[in-house]
């Protein structure tokens, strides 16, 4: 058995991040699996000068339309790449990296923000309802699901500093937060609710206006879900709230697979 240590984050442009060398930590830290999401540039685009470490198998998804979302994911475990997921992101917005190793299917996921229209508010929801259809087909197969990435949702009111007054946001509507309950009463675990309990003003994602991040008033919308055969496997999960350079912080899983 052995232990995998897994890194998502929201870079929300990786070029800006490079200018702030804010991914250079990457090269000290121990990293199996690094999933980023909102890159906003196409693989020719991401600068050389991210981090030093050279991995074995990288993977960019860049959106169909030029600076917007994209995701990618670095790691050196040997699987295959797939693109199965074409039936899910249906815009072709570079929302996934579906990932396969031994009997794991690994997706690092930017799901769609429904704050700007009523139809993007409807597309989020369509793709929540398609990518879960989407894993439960590889589970009936005989696969362990893991899925990180940014959810563009906070699940509880725990889950964010102003529950009572983001109550009709999306990000916190009713609808939102039912899909995470049919999410984990299919089989999924939040794995850092299962890890740390109800602990408090735990946050992955800050708005830049008014000193939001200084004075935490953030939400939890950047997750870590294992399938439940992955329960006993969790070893530990962390919010890295103490790492700058974008307005959300990466979150971390160590597995033991």
């Not at 937060?177 to 602990?199: A, C, N, P, Q, V």
Request: a negative charge; proline letters at 3%; charged letters at 30%.
């Amino acid at each position: 058995m052995k232990q995998l240590t897994f890194i998502s984050w929201n870079v929300n442009g990786i070029r800006a991040v490079d200018k702030k060398e804010a991914l250079r930590w990457i090269d000290e830290h121990e990293v199996d699996f690094l999933g980023l999401q909102e890159i906003k540039a196409e693989a020719v685009q991401i600068p050389e000068t991210i981090f030093d470490r050279s991995f074995k198998n990288v993977m960019i998804n860049p959106s169909a339309k030029k600076g917007q979302s994209g995701v990618a994911l670095y790691t050196d475990i040997e699987g295959v790449h797939c693109s199965t997921c074409e039936n899910v992101d249906i815009l072709s917005e570079g929302r996934i990296n579906e990932y396969h190793f031994g009997d794991i299917a690994y997706f690092n996921v930017y799901f769609p923000n429904g704050q700007s229209s009523q139809e993007r508010l409807e597309y989020k929801m369509a793709f929540y309802d398609r990518f879960l259809e989407h894993i439960n087909g590889l589970r009936n197969e005989g696969k362990s699901i893991i899925v990180c990435g940014d959810v563009n949702t906070a699940h509880k009111p725990i889950d964010l500093a102003r529950p009572k007054a983001n109550e009709e946001t999306s990000g916190f509507l009713p609808m939102e937060r039912e899909w995470i309950d049919k999410l984990l009463s299919y089989g999924y675990i939040d794995t850092f609710r299962h890890i740390h309990g109800d602990i408090p003003e735990r946050y992955s994602w800050w708005s830049y206006r008014a000193g939001a991040r200084e004075r935490n008033v953030g939400w939890r919308i950047d997750y870590f879900f294992v399938s439940e055969d992955l329960k006993e496997k969790i070893v530990d999960t962390q919010i890295m709230d103490e790492i700058l350079g974008s307005d959300h912080c990466p979150v971390k899983l160590v597995l033991n697979v």
